[in-house]
Every structure is written in C-alpha cells, then in structure tokens.
C-alpha cells in the first residue's frame, strides 16, 4: 500500500490552490452556470476533493486542469439536481474590471467588452465554452481538451471556428459603431 500524503502536503497544496485558483474557478463555473451560488457550491466541493488527493500526483501543472475538471463536473451535478441546465443566453455578461485612468475611456472599453460578451451568446455553447476556456482562464488546448472530454484538435477548430464566427458577427457592429450608427442594444 502506498504512503499517505503528510497532512503539512495536503494542506499546503490546497492553500495554494484556492490562493491562485478560487477566483478563476468561480468565474469559470459562474459563466457556465449563470448562478454565483452554484459556482461557489461546486468550487467549494472541489476544493474538499483536494484535501483527499495525493498531493505528489496532482503538484504542478496539472493541477490547474484538474481543478477546472471537477469544478465543471460538479457543476454540472449540482445543475443536473436542480433539473435545469442553463443556456447560453442565460449566461450574464462579465464585468471586466478596467485600470486604465479616464472615465470617457473606461467606458469606451466597457461598451466594447460588453459588446464582445453579448456576442458570445450568438455562439454554440461548445464555441463560447471554449473561448471562455482559453481567454478569459488561459487554458492550454489540451487542458482544455481534458476538462471538456473533447480532442486537443477538436478544442483548436472550436477555438478558431468560433473566433472566426466572432469577427463576422462584430463586423457590422464595429461598422455601424465607427461610422457613429447607433447599435442595437
């Protein structure tokens, strides 16, 4: 029988974890699902899966990967209980937080980013999901690949298909923004 992880282990690896990956976590599950709650539940839940690992065996790069893995799992449990799943067009709109000084400017870059995001929606589910993956968490391809159960080359024609069908749903946007075309809102 293998030793038991040393407790010291344990705890440091899932200190380490929630200090570098609650938040990312959060807003991950809190787009998929659309409920703070929820993504608070499931990234909770992941953490407490934590403590039972070996922390020898999940120390590294993998670790990301993995958390983003049974955080969507059990999102997805937690959903699938409530007899719901939430679709695409339910998913709010991020509020992308902005450093840069100038009220005028800060509001420019809102408008653009809540343009973006609005055109997520227009996006199949598995497109969106995986852009959210790979820009907003700064996913590899295949750490995107194991936590979705799709290809590495599936992940790269998702990504690129659905940053292909971005642009051409921004285009008449940006169009009509440039020329001072008020757009639909």
């Known amino acids: 029988m293998p030793p038991s992880p040393s407790p010291s282990a344990s705890a440091d690896l ?20 659309g409920d703070l709650e929820l993504a608070r539940d499931a990234v909770q839940d992941t953490f407490i ?32 209980r409530r007899r719901r799943l939430v679709s695409i067009e339910d998913w709010p709109v991020d509020q992308v937080a902005d450093d840069r000084p100038g ?12 343009l973006v995001l609005r055109t997520f929606s227009r996006l199949p589910r598995n497109q969106s999901e995986v852009l959210r993956l790979k820009f907003q968490n700064d996913l ?35 169009a009509a923004s440039s020329a001072g075309v008020g757009r639909p809102g």
């Open 14 to 33: 899932v200190q380490r974890a929630v200090r570098d990956f609650e938040s990312p976590l959060i807003g991950y599950i809190y787009n998929l699902a």
């Open 49 to 80: 899966k934590l403590c039972g690992q070996d922390p020898a065996s999940l120390d590294g790069p993998g670790l990301k990967a993995w958390l983003f893995t049974v955080s969507r799992h059990r999102a997805i449990d937690l959903l699938r």
């Open 103 to 114: 009220p005028d400017r800060r509001a420019a870059d809102q408008d653009e980013t809540d």
């Open 140 to 174: 590899s391809y295949q750490e995107i690949a194991d936590i979705t159960g799709l290809s590495p080359g599936n992940v790269g024609f998702l990504i690129h298909t659905g940053l292909k069908r971005l642009r051409s749903l921004l285009a008449p946007e940006v």
